[in-house]
């Protein structure tokens, strides 16, 4: 029981978000009956293959996780089922934190290096136009 709401105490921090003046859920967490917290499914709303698959790639590299899979649920609505079973004694819920933050910083180091590369071609830009003059 302890468990279960440190569990939901971890979730509430990014089960909502604010759209046009009302809360509404951007992640749920799901668990079919009899089944741990070991094996859960998180639907993200509003959300489509782009973070799916990579969400699903990212989680994969723990070597905890024993399955990790997502699906869509109809091309004309944008959610996500995101499925994790883990091994031993981990819950679902800290390999899907984990692959969050990890994909975060992927792609702010991804960010980082385009801003540089722009930053780096525009002063060779400036450098070749002054040369000329």
Known sequence: MEEDQELERKMSGVKTSMAEGERKTALE????AGTDRHCVTFVLHEEDHTLGNSLRYMIMKN????FCGYTTTHPSESKINLRIQ???????VEPFQRG???LMNV?????DKF???IKEYKDQKASRNEATF
């Open 29 to 32: 967490m799901v668990q079919a």
């Open 100 to 102: 969050l933050t990890d």
């Open 86 to 92: 883990t091994r031993g004694a981990l819950p679902a």
């Open 107 to 111: 792609c702010q180091h991804v960010l």
């Open 115 to 117: 801003e540089a590369s």
């Open 63 to 66: 070597p905890e996780v024993e």
